[in-house]
T-cell receptor, first 119, second 115 residues
Framework: AQKITQTQPGMFVQEKEAVTLDCTYD???????LFWYKQPSSGEMIFLIY??????QNATEGRYSLNFQKARKSANLVISASQLGDSAMYFC????????????????FGQGTILTVHP | GAVVSQHPSWVICKSGTSVKIECRSL??????MFWYRQFPKQSLMLMAT?????????EQGVEKDKFLINHASLTLSTLTVTSAHPEDSSFYIC???????????FGQGTRLTVV
């Protein structure tokens, strides 16, 4: 069963507009972390934002915010004021289990969403 | 932030030869590193967990004899693609680190093309 689901293969947005990239997850572990990464055509993985399962507040990092709805198991990424440089592939990922576990650090990724920002 | 360096960033090799990819943690010790594989416009799929001083743990469906992983020190893990074939052409990327509330750190990735 897919643990991380991104249902939008591609998204288009006008420059300076906001865009929401969807992510739903599935886990029975009470301790988990949710991440968003940006991958430009160069292939590097750029960390954007993190949300812990016990965090009460939605995470924000500059133009990025995470709309965390725990009961619905969703962790959507909101990018405000889109820029041309935001065009890239975006991945939602999950890390399960508490710190110190043998597989801590292992991420499960969603299928990704290709975002294109139009001028 | 912590840095993970991966080398080479791209490599072209002939079918039947072996290719070694290195993943180094530059400013921290990593007892565990992870190797992922990514086909164009697809997700990152975990191949194996590299454990310092012990055998790697491979994900289901990943051939251990084809993708040899060695984690001989706390700062270096290597992935060797043995007897490479064109279908092994892909983007390989490693990660390490990441504690509570922090992200995993990724290498730059290696684009392997087998001709």
């Amino acid at each position: 069963a897919q643990k991380i689901t991104q249902t939008q293969p591609g998204m288009f947005v006008q420059e300076k507009e906001a865009v929401t990239l969807d992510c739903t997850y599935d886990t029975s572990d009470p301790s988990y972390g949710l991440f968003w990464y940006k991958q430009p055509s160069s292939g590097e993985m750029i960390f954007l934002i993190y949300q812990g399962s016990y965090d009460q507040q939605n995470a924000t990092e500059g133009r990025y915010s995470l709309n965390f709805q725990k009961a619905r198991k969703s962790a959507n990424l909101v990018i405000s004021a889109s820029q041309l440089g935001d065009s890239a592939m975006y991945f939602c990922a999950m890390r399960e289990g508490p710190a110190g576990g043998t597989s801590y650090g292992k991420l499960t990724f969603g299928q990704g969403t290709i975002l294109t920002v139009h001028p | 932030g912590a840095v993970v360096s991966q080398h080479p960033s791209w490599v072209i090799c002939k079918s039947g030869t072996s290719v070694k990819i290195e993943c180094r943690s530059l400013d921290f010790q990593a007892t565990t590193m992870f190797w992922y594989r990514q086909f164009p416009k697809q997700s990152l799929m975990l191949m194996a967990t590299s454990n310092e001083g012990s055998k790697a743990t491979y994900e289901q469906g990943v051939e251990k004899d084809k993708f040899l992983i060695n984690h001989a020190s706390l700062t270096l893990s290597t992935l060797t693609v043995t007897s490479a074939h064109p279908e092994d052409s892909s983007f390989y990327i490693c990660s390490a680190g990441g504690g509570p509330n922090t992200e995993a750190f990724f290498g730059q990735g290696t684009r392997l093309t087998v001709v």
